[in-house]
């Protein structure tokens, strides 16, 4: 197991009150003047399990613009909830500045991952509404939006969350619009879709903040030879995905993704594509190598298992959430699928 502590990387978690100068932050300078006198003071309250990918994607531009403007713009804390190092999904132990709470930085970002629900004590909940109170800026990574939705601190907010967790979180706050983007931000509120869009985020705000030659410097740093806006998609196109171009294909699987709770026939989908359903069994097994019907049923068992992973809900409300009609049928489905019945992979923890 790797534990890192932050001075270890030459990090510089300075004190967010005092917002005292980076160390080691010298660097070339690209000639960008800050529009800021003080360095920007940033928290991280990593979750348990949280993604080390979103985490580092969101750190290390700060540090890269710090380097490249020859001067501080920006500070870090990083807080768990009991002040101990945490665990990432991957394994890897980061040493915090501070137990969560124990200060107010002017902007808080919660980093999550797969499990967001080990994190939602009642203490963190109300630190989180307390901070909401007072006026900080409140962002979320990957699943970071759940832990704020618990907190109900998204009402009204469009938000931005890993594509693989949105599934389960609609289910769960049906209330909250959920976007494809790779982020979003709204008055005090930005997600991110977690992944290289916690990249683009900070680049999103490093330009906005201190111009966009800065922004584009850092950029580079990373090999990243474009920044993608809060608009992007996060998934690739569906003829990336699928590796066809056949647009009836294409088409039938758009539709298959839009109805997973409620099935269409197989002659609805051929009408969909104006051919007959022989038709469109000839076309999927030449693009795809099987049915239309084994390829829909495979969306709606990968959808149910997202659901089981992700979420307490009972197996009898994901089957119906995922168009089977009994919580056997699915089990059936699930064990010849997955080799493993639904109440075993529960208990599964994804890496």
Partial sequence: MVVLAFTDLNFACTDIAMVRPLTGAMGRSVGMEPRRAEAEAIGFLLAAGFSAMAFFSALEPLRVANR???RPLFVWRVYSEDGEA???????RIVVDAVFGAESPPTL??????????SESRKT?????????????????????HILAKAGLLEGVRVSMHWEAAPAFREEFPQIEVTGELFEVERRIFTCAGGTAALDLMLDRIGRQHGPALAAAVSEQFIHDRIRSSRDHQRMALSSRLKTTNAKVLSVVALMERHLEQ???????????GVTAR???RLFKAALGVSPQRYYRDLRLMRARHLLRQT????????????????????????????????????????
């Fill in 263 to 273: 099935p269409l026939d197989p002659g609805a989908l051929a009408r969909q594509a």
């Fill in 68 to 70: 490249l403007s020859g």
């Fill in 109 to 118: 970002i919660v980093c999550s991952g797969f499990e967001p629900a080990r």
């Fill in 312 to 351: 307490d809900m009972p197996v009898l409300d994901i089957a119906m959430a995922t168009g089977f009609t009994s919580g056997s049928a699915l089990s059936r489905g699930y064990r010849d699928h997955f080799g493993a019945a639904p109440s075993r992979d529960r208990h599964e923890s994804p890496t």
């Fill in 86 to 92: 945490v665990e990432a999904s991957n394994g890897m």
């Fill in 279 to 281: 038709q469109l069994e």
């Fill in 125 to 145: 909940l109300a630190i989180l509404r307390q901070f909401s109170r007072a006026g900080v800026m409140l962002g979320a990574l990957d699943t970071g939006a």
